[in-house]
């Protein structure tokens, strides 16, 4: 080989190298990003299906390079840092998590090995994989002393008071004995149906889904509220303290001193066996009364397990199977329309109620009508339904073979739904819209919108509320709120002397705020929060910019072609000026304040802002980076300079790692601009 060739090809592999270390990289930070959201804030941003392929990815890499694999990677570590509201708790056994598998061939080729250093009749124990919440429970002569969490696996929360109150964990066994064992504590499904539908009747937030519900609930300071939600658990093990031959003897002596043991498990011999039993095990999902993540193939022989050992992070005796992303079948049983606060018209699928990925789905948006049309989807049809993790249900596809001939081709409108005038399609544009400025969806959605927090955030003026007064005639665009008395509402249903007092309070004090609230408040199309801002910071007040023309418009910062003729139509319209007109007499603040820039520091840099922050809104950081000359966007691109990440940060991060955007917290931003 010539010395230009070896030039050559030492010039290929260091790119090769360079690309491998670039993508491990990624694929740790999203690793570690969703650890810390599952582990320690309770939350599932991203199905276990497209987890778990980060992690095959990651463990193939450095599979391939083990030189580079990193002293910190995800694949070395279990779980996620304890939280500072409990106490620590060392675990004197690390509870590992275990090595998961999406194949069948995977399955065979973990038993193959096993059977070919042990022999073909080595028995295999298979048993459900519960989704829930990893607990060691330690009992002293027979007395639950101590309850925790795994945590990182090594170190994880005191949660004994907690612990107490589930009435499936004995306080004492029927023996006297001492012993450590490991269990997973979950919320059953009705217990989660039950819990929501009371937070629903509450009109409070309802919960995402029972692991969820069951982790946040496990670590609530409110014991009492721990009994209220009726947790349950399955102990599938022994940690230390008694010494048995194999491990279905060990649950069945747990079953006989009074333990709750896993209620699915099979013994098996051979791949055909195990394979089967994971089989039936997807068959019984849907009959079960808890959530189960995937099905566990254990070697029964405790000395076999002795013998093959662990890794850092998972025993070598055992794998997890994780079945693919949940789907299932259901009616479509209408397709109707919603009228959003612009006119813009969506259409929506209604559902014979289905539960998918640990919720019941009785309905969907179809995004817009070339969606229906694209599909082909009819009422009437059988649909695929697919909701993994957190993320909205949709209709994957209609099941073309199911077709009776009864099915009915959807027919799109032609009229708005709600005031019957015609709708309109504008160019380049998928949706329809009502135009109709007095249509009562647009009046509801505008005053709703109008009140919410972003914009005016009046505190109790919710969307009963604004339907109840928009039914009195009370309402008829967002003006009217300042116009309301405490007399028109006191005697009005759902109100009392007091909450009545509260919303007139509510609504006045919000006569103070700034200009950029009341224009984003307004509803014009196409001006979001960003383009408020800098209407409201480049213009003296309101009435400067009903009379800006389109140049002046066109000009400004981030400030495009379509925003400024929306910004021209919106305030030539006559009703406009009408509420204009009926706020300044009510004394609402019409005037905007010219920004004053503190330094350039930021010049030239585009942030993206996405999750929740300490002490801080989105709003007041967007304020900090602006106030530096930097700019603010609200989507992530390659044109993005930084994405500022805090708790509970969702998509916009994960798409800033696929893009090599850097990410940065709050108090690095801190120190770019001191």
């Not at 099905?295 to 013998?307: F, K």
């Not at 890794?311 to 079948?329: F, G, L, N």
Request: with cysteine; net charge negative; proline share 3%.
């Amino acid at each position: 080989m010539s010395e230009l060739e070896q030039m050559d090809l030492f010039a290929t592999e260091k790119n090769e190298t360079e690309e491998v270390v670039e993508e491990m990289k990624r694929l740790i930070k999203q690793i570690n990003y969703y650890n810390k959201k599952y582990y320690e804030e309770d939350i599932t941003e991203i199905s276990d299906y497209a987890y778990d392929k980060l992690t095959v990815r990651l463990r193939e890499l450095e599979a391939l390079h083990p030189e580079l694999k990193q002293k910190d990677s995800p694949t070395s570590k279990v779980g996620g840092k304890t939280k500072k509201i409990f106490s620590e708790v060392v675990h004197d056994v690390q509870m590992q998590s275990l090595q998961d598998v999406f194949s069948f061939g995977d399955v065979e080729a973990f038993v193959d090995k096993v059977c070919e250093e042990f022999g073909k009749d080595t028995e295999f124990v298979v048993e459900t994989k519960i989704d829930g919440l990893s607990v060691s429970l330690e009992y002293e002569n027979g007395v639950l002393v101590r309850g925790s969490t795994r945590g990182d696996g090594f170190v994880g929360e005191d949660v004994t008071q907690n612990i107490m109150m589930i009435k499936d964990i004995p306080h004492r066994l029927k023996s006297n004995d001492t012993v450590e064992i490991r269990g997973e504590v979950y919320l059953p499904r009705k217990e989660f149906e039950n819990i929501n539908n009371i937070l629903l009747e509450k009109g409070k937030q309802q919960l995402a889904n029972p692991r969820n519900a069951a982790a946040g609930t496990l670590r609530q300071l409110n014991s009492e509220l721990v009994k209220s939600r009726n947790l349950s658990i399955f102990v599938f093990t022994i940690l230390k303290g008694l010494n048995f031959e194999t491990d279905t003897e060990s649950l069945e002596y747990l079953k006989s001193i009074g333990v709750k043991t896993i209620e699915y498990m099979k013994k098996c011999v051979g791949k055909e066996q195990v394979l089967n039993a994971i089989r039936d095990i997807g068959a019984l999902r849907d009959d079960l009364e808890y959530d189960i993540d995937g099905a566990v193939i254990n070697v029964n022989n405790l000395s076999y397990r002795l013998e093959m050992g662990k890794t850092a992070k998972v025993p070598k005796w055992s794998v997890a199977y994780k079945y693919p992303p949940e789907r299932k079948e259901t009616k479509i049983l209408d397709i109707v329309t919603q009228v959003g606060r612009t006119g813009q018209v969506t259409p929506m699928a209604i559902l014979e109620p289905v539960r998918v990925a640990g919720s019941v789905i009785s309905k969907t948006t179809l995004h817009n009508f070339d969606y229906i049309e694209e599909k082909d989807i009819r009422i009437g049809d059988m649909a695929v339904i697919e909701k993994a993790g957190d993320v909205i249900p949709e209709v994957v596809n209609v099941v073309v073979e199911k077709r009776t001939g009864n099915e009915e081709k959807y027919v799109v409108p032609t009229v708005c739904p709600i005031c019957g005038e015609p709708l309109e399609k504008e160019e380049d544009i998928v949706a329809l819209r009502c135009t109709n400025s007095e249509c009562p969806a647009l009046t509801y959605r505008s005053i709703i919108h109008f009140a919410s927090r972003d914009c005016m955030d009046i505190s109790g003026l919710g969307e009963n509320i604004v339907e109840q007064l928009i039914d009195n005639a009370l309402l008829k665009d967002v003006a009217d709120i300042y116009y309301l008395k405490y007399e028109d509402i006191v005697n009005l249903e759902r109100f009392a002397p007091k909450s009545a007092a509260n919303l007139i309070e509510a609504i006045n004090a919000t006569k103070s705020n700034s200009l950029d609230k009341l224009i984003f408040g307004l509803g014009i199309r196409h001006v979001g929060k960003k383009a408020s801002k800098i209407l409201a910071e480049n213009f003296g007040d309101i009435y400067k910019i009903m009379e800006a023309d389109f140049e002046t418009l066109n000009s400004l910062d981030d400030f495009g072609e379509i925003m400024a003729n929306s910004v021209i139509e919106f305030f030539q319209k006559p009703e406009t000026a009408n509420i204009i007109a009926k706020l300044e007499e009510a004394g609402v603040n019409l005037k905007g304040s010219i920004s004053q820039k503190v330094s350039e520091k930021l010049k030239d840099k585009t942030f993206v802002i996405t999750g929740s922050f300490e002490g801080y809104t989105r709003n007041e950081i967007a304020e900090m980076i602006e106030k530096h000359c930097g700019k603010v966007s609200t989507s992530v691109s390659k044109k993005t300079s930084f994405l500022i990440a805090g708790e509970e940060a969702g998509s916009k991060l994960t798409k800033a790692q696929t893009l090599g955007i850097n990410i940065i917290g709050l108090e690095e931003l801190k120190n770019m601009i001191e």
